[in-house]
């Protein structure tokens, strides 16, 4: 396989995309597909109040898993090449679906996708392959869950096997936490994808996200990125979506992406292949950097926010081509995707409350001018008829900037979310603090 010799003239042409999601994922996306030469308009639905900030992209208001919907705009405005950007409907079924309706689709089947949406699923196959992991147990009862806990003797991770926005996981610190875990998920918190849990020992180490696109036959890898899961500086407080990202994360160099590649990616993907999934979209390996090697801690079935962000500046404008020929089965065929070797900064603005109960109905300001190196994202605002912007959920966007060092590239990122005022913004202001020299608590 030379992949680095193909042009993507093999490929059918490709002029318009339609990116399903809400995010500020979708957004960065959206963004970085109209940088694309070829592109000429990106469609997102139901996108959100940064949608239309982006010149040659339009936003729709079909929902995620209106299938008929988005046939219809598919067909109305000539588009032949969906992204879904969420776990969600890829869970559902929606690949599948517009598949089946003659679209090409970026993203995996509901098969595929149980690699996210069952816990339990993506463990098994982990097994199978042998692909390092923490050990665990698998239970459909309370009884048998306390009764793996009590001989095991120490704290377990308590996991939901379904998806569950989020918050399926509890990291507990005592046998008395993983217990109360145990209950209130038998208890119903979760309803029924909480109905059987994954127990697994704790795992200690930094934490790196790991992406591959893959047209179910090749991968290619993008830099590693690192989150910040939790809500407050010094990586406290509850658990979040993610506060801001930056890559390449040099927690992995290139040795040890190639040992995650050739241990991890590869064998997941001759996994899913033995099972007849034909995977279309993205692997994200969440990769836990334990004093054993790299192991994994969970796998998504898209791309991780806020690292699409913070990695979508670093792509080439082959960007478009490369996901149109992992949709097509033809990634052999795509142009080598260029990724930019500077330094890529995140940093989120969440509303007050988040991720409870999250303030709403802002209003935004924004005097940040955007530049080559500088971008805004959005993910919950929404506009009025004025174009007012205002905010409408927990993460309302965030500042991404590039820099020749982490310094720089976060010293822009941070300048930039100064230019940003709502009521009850909130921000980490430590993001990076495991690559930066200098970094300040106050702000
Ligand atoms: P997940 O939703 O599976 O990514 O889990 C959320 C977070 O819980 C991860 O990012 C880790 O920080 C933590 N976590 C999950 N599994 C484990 C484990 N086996 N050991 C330690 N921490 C874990
Ligand atoms: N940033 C973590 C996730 O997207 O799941």
Redesign the pocket.
Known sequence: MTMSKATGHDLPSLKKILVIGSGGRENSLAWALKRCPEIEEVWVTPGNGGTEEIKGCKRLTIKEEDIAGIQKACSIHQINFVIIGPEAPLAKGVADQLRALGLAVFGPDAEGAQLEAS?DWAKNLMNEAGIPT?KHWTVTTETEALKILYDYGEPL?V?VDGLAS?K??T?AKTIIESEEAIKEAFAGRFGSAGRKLVL?????GP?VSLFALTDGEDLVLLPPAQDH?RLAEGDEGP?TGGMGAYAPAPLLNSTAIEHAKKTVLEPTLEALKKQGIDYRGVIYA?L?ITKDGPKV??FNCRFGDPECQTLMPMMGPQLAKVLYACALGKLSSAPKLMISDCCSACVVAAASGYPNTPRKNDQIRVKLNVSPSVQIFHAGTTKDSNSNLFTSGGRVLSVVAQGEDFDKAFSKAYSGLEQIHFKGMVYRTDIGHQVRQFFTRES
Do not use: P, R, S, T
């Open positions: 816990k923490a991770v996991k989020g399926g996981v990291v697994e020992e704790q795992l200690q934490e899961k658990n969440g836990m801690i969970e």
